[in-house]
């Protein structure tokens, strides 16, 4: 309760300063089929540009608490760690074999909350292609959970002359995907797949109504 009531706060008092920073346009894939508003229990996943992004898509999604797997270095800087940790934030050691965050991201979604992950797991580094290779942890979860995936595409236009853009994407639906005839290896590859090329879909989506726009000015 009280991470709703902290993130409500921080949404409430942060609104105004958060509109001049990114000025944020959101587009829609098919705006009919999935728009801001999100019901019960789904995954939120999205390309990583910045450490920014997370605080770009608590506004998107601003009537959900948004609860995002975040890697450990943020935690261990202060105040920042403290104000992740009440935001709600699920802390990932990427160095280490230990996955108690999992059973954390599985019981937020069974209880039908809002889950963010960035499956890239850090930021690109300079001359890196984009995307990085999507590690499995949000295909696993959406399999286990049976959960919805909804893909988000940032262009990381943040703190610039040029505005923040966003481009929601219709629903991934892991069942739809799932084989009964292969290992849960196999199914988790085959969902993390599809994830990606529809991130890249998205990219390529708002690349053309970007340059359309260019056009019409």
């Known amino acids: 309760m009280w991470i709703r009531l902290f993130n409500a706060f921080v949404k409430i008092t942060g609104f105004i300063p958060q509109f001049f920073c990114f000025r944020t346009k959101i587009h829609y894939e098919d705006k009919k089929i999935q728009g801001r508003r999100v019901k019960g229990g789904a995954i939120v996943v999205s390309n990583h540009t910045s450490v920014f992004d997370y605080a770009v898509f608590i506004f998107v ?69 984009r995307p990085l290779p999507f590690k499995p942890g949000a295909a696993y979860l959406s399999m286990v959970t049976g959960v919805v995936v909804i893909p988000v595409y940032t262009n990381g236009s943040y703190f610039t002359k040029k505005r923040a853009e966003v481009i929601i994407g219709t629903p991934v639906y892991p069942s739809e995907l799932i084989d009964n005839n292969k290992t849960d290896k196999e199914n988790v590859t085959a969902i993390n797949d599809a994830l990606r090329e529809k991130l890249l879909y998205l990219e390529k989506t708002l690349e053309k109504r970007q340059s359309k726009k260019e056009q019409t000015v």
């Open 61 to 129: 999604f601003f009537t959900r608490t948004l609860r995002t797997v975040m890697a450990e270095v943020l935690f261990e800087k202060q105040p920042l760690g403290t104000f992740l940790k009440m935001m709600g934030g699920i802390r990932v050691d990427r160095e280490s074999n230990e996955y108690g965050f999992m059973g954390k991201c599985e019981k937020i979604l069974s209880r039908g909350g809002l889950l963010c992950v960035f499956p890239e797991g850090r930021l690109p580094k300079k001359g890196e292609e």
